[in-house]
Antibody, heavy 118, light 108 residues
Framework: QVQLHESGPGLVRPSETLSLTCTVPVGSISTYYWSWIRQSPGKGLEWIGHNAFRGSAKYGPSFRGRVTISVDSSKNQFFLRVTSVTAADTATYFC????????????WGQGSLVTVSS | SYVLTQISSVSVAPGQTARIPCEGDNIGGKVVHWYQQRPGQAPILVVQNDVGRPAGIPERFAGSNSGNTATLTITRVEAGDEADYFCQVWDYSGNSFVFGSGTTVTVL
């Protein structure tokens, strides 16, 4: 397990863009795929997508066309952008590290609550 | 897309065994992972690759997977095991991670 840390606004207006940053330990960003996962209040987990430095981004079926995940190795950070948000996008957003040897998540951030409201 | 179904809750007395099923079409042909999420905290991996335990996870946590059901079994349940538990697979046809809906374990 490594420490990941989400940051970004806690409140976003409807129809605007949600932007979050995840900071990862120095030196590790180039080795892994990095994911965003969200959890709506009182609900389950939903994979948004992942990307890697010099990798190709993949997105969950519910998010294709509305989400961008990018990686900046110089800052040891990766990012989430969700456009045209609605109240349904209100959730806790987690960043996570994809395991190298399989399709699971071996490290998670503590989560960042984002509320969509006017 | 692939769907994983979990029962909403399981109640168990301390010292007893909790069994948490995760159902999916031919899930036995997939690789299942399990996470524990305590209230207000991030999930942590408790079983990987159907039956493996990450470092630091007690032997009381065990996974199995066959047919249309994967199961997380917690033996000698303790108060600290009270949490939500989620199963997860990689859906190759949809190119996507998929989570179950989660099961809340209540220790009586």
């Amino acid at each position: 397990q490594v420490q990941l840390h989400e940051s970004g606004p806690g409140l976003v207006r409807p129809s605007e863009t949600l932007s979050l940053t995840c900071t990862v330990p120095v030196g590790s960003i180039s080795t892994y795929y990095w994911s965003w996962i969200r959890q709506s209040p009182g609900k389950g987990l939903e994979w948004i997508g992942h990307n890697a430095f010099r990798g190709s981004a993949k997105y969950g079926p519910s998010f294709r066309g509305r989400v961008t995940i990018s990686v900046d190795s110089s800052k040891n950070q990766f990012f989430l952008r969700v456009t045209s948000v609605t109240a349904a996008d209100t959730a806790t957003y987690f960043c996570a590290r994809d395991a190298v040897r399989g399709h699971w998540f071996d490290s998670w951030g503590q989560g960042s609550l984002v509320t969509v409201s006017s | 897309s692939y769907v994983l179904t979990q029962i909403s809750s399981v109640s168990v007395a301390p010292g007893q065994t909790a069994r948490i099923p995760c159902e999916g079409d031919n899930i036995g042909g997939k690789v299942v992972h399990w996470y524990q999420q305590r209230p207000g905290q991030a999930p942590i991996l408790v079983v990987q690759n159907d039956v493996g335990r990450p470092a630091g996870i007690p032997e009381r946590f065990a996974g199995s997977n066959s047919g249309n059901t994967a199961t997380l079994t917690i033996t000698r349940v303790e108060a600290g095991d009270e949490a939500d538990y989620f199963c997860q697979v990689w859906d190759y046809s949809g190119n996507s991670f998929v989570f179950g809906s989660g099961t809340t374990v209540t220790v009586l």
